[in-house]
């Protein structure tokens, strides 16, 4: 999937993510935000669980 494709994917689900502000970010990023919008879908708990992958931290921030 291009970068483009996700960002268009990420907007489906998530349709207040600005274009402009998902493009700051490279292609493995948009990937594990694209399968957490997926994750989201579904009712939680018993087997739906999401694991954070250990190359994303808890907290982010952004400056600018």
């Known amino acids: ?3 483009r494709q996700l960002i268009n ?3 489906h689900f998530n349709p207040t993510a600005e274009t402009e502000f998902l493009i700051e970010f490279n292609e493995s990023a948009l990937k ?3 399968r957490h919008l997926r994750y989201l879908r579904h009712p ?3 087997r739906n669980l ?3 992958h250990g190359e994303t931290p808890a907290v982010v921030t952004r400056t600018h």
């Open 44 to 46: 939680r708990g018993g």
């Open 9 to 11: 994917a990420i907007r």
């Open 50 to 52: 999401w694991v954070r």
């Open 32 to 34: 594990s935000y694209l």
């Open 1 to 3: 999937m291009s970068k």
